[in-house]
């Protein structure tokens, strides 16, 4: 657990989420799930959702970042399915990216971000998706609070809804590291989780913000090169992420360099 957070650069406090070969594994990491969390749990494991449960007593500080929740997850790669299945326990298992990175998608950005690194990269092909996994909360649904969306991604977050029978509460319009959503006119504690922070997911190449005037009268290469750097419209509501390796993710379409549309290879 320390190498994975040493090689990511990754807070301690910040935690990673416990992928499990079946849903039968469950109530080894959670404290009493909920019917709404064995009902999400059949609809959508395997798949790019994460439960986020109270933890039981078995789950160490170093996977919840200290925290009294567990975050849970069934991955649908066959290559993900087949090492959870062999080694028979929960993996926690972060995206193979430094931390705050964007998540690769092959398993050359792997072996390109950690050149410096002694890793076993499993190659399970390029990826199929290119957004993480939607995170609902269901720690406090003992307590009657309705469910929450932490992070959107790969599950519509209307999906859950029309499964639910009820609204998923979102996060307030607030920076996301005070960890708190609107209830009622008032603010709960809510779970950290990974891809929660301000500043995640994050390029490391330049981008340029241009006025649309620009793009009818002035020079257009950078303007169409900034246009089509943009993340394409992510199913869950939010942003779009490219996820991590195991999961999937088709890449980006490139420009042309001239018009500002987007060409195939």
């Known amino acids: 657990m320390e190498r994975i957070?040493?090689?990511?650069?990754?807070?301690?406090?910040?935690?990673?989420?416990?992928?499990?070969?079946?849903?039968?594994?469950?109530?080894?990491?959670a404290a009493a799930p909920s019917r709404e969390?064995?009902?999400?749990?059949?609809?959508?494991w395997p798949g790019p959702l994460t439960i986020v449960l109270r933890r039981s007593g078995s789950v160490p500080d170093a996977v919840t970042g200290g925290q009294?929740?567990?975050?849970?997850?069934?991955?649908?790669?066959?290559?993900?399915?087949?090492?959870?299945?062999?080694?028979?326990?929960?993996?926690?298992?972060p995206s193979a990216n430094r931390f705050g990175r964007v998540s690769p998608t092959t398993a050359a950005h792997v072996a390109a971000e950690f050149s410096d690194s002694d890793l076993l990269i499993l190659d399970g092909?390029?990826?199929?998706?290119?957004?993480?996994?939607?995170?609902?909360?269901?720690s406090e649904a003992g307590s009657g609070s309705a469910p929450r969306l932490l992070r959107p991604g790969g599950v519509a977050a209307a999906a859950i809804e029309?499964?639910?029978?009820?609204?998923?509460?979102?996060?307030?319009?607030?920076?996301?590291?005070a960890h708190e959503v609107e209830s009622s006119g008032s603010t709960s504690q809510v779970p950290r989780v990974p891809g929660s922070l301000a500043s995640h997911y994050a390029a490391s190449a330049p981008s340029r913000l241009v006025p649309g005037?620009?793009?009818?009268?002035?020079?257009?290469?950078?303007?169409?090169?900034?246009?089509?750097?943009?993340?394409?419209?992510?199913?869950?509501?939010?942003?779009?992420?490219r996820r991590r390796l195991v999961g999937g993710a088709r890449s980006p379409e490139p420009c042309d360099g001239r018009s500002g549309k987007r060409t195939r290879r």
């Open 162 to 177: 029309a499964l639910l029978g009820r609204p998923l509460q979102r996060p307030a319009a607030t920076p996301v590291d």
């Open 125 to 138: 092909g390029s990826c199929e998706v290119g957004v993480e996994s939607t995170i609902v909360d269901l």
């Open 5 to 29: 957070y040493a090689l990511k650069g990754r807070p301690s406090s910040h935690p990673l989420i416990v992928h499990l070969a079946d849903g039968s594994h469950l109530k080894q990491w």
């Open 37 to 44: 969390a064995l009902v999400l749990a059949e609809a959508f």
């Open 68 to 93: 009294e929740t567990v975050a849970l997850r069934v991955p649908a790669h066959p290559v993900a399915s087949a090492l959870l299945a062999a080694f028979g326990s929960g993996l926690a298992a």
């Open 213 to 241: 005037s620009d793009l009818r009268t002035g020079p257009v290469r950078g303007a169409a090169r900034a246009r089509c750097n943009r993340s394409p419209p992510d199913p869950g509501g939010g942003s779009a992420r």
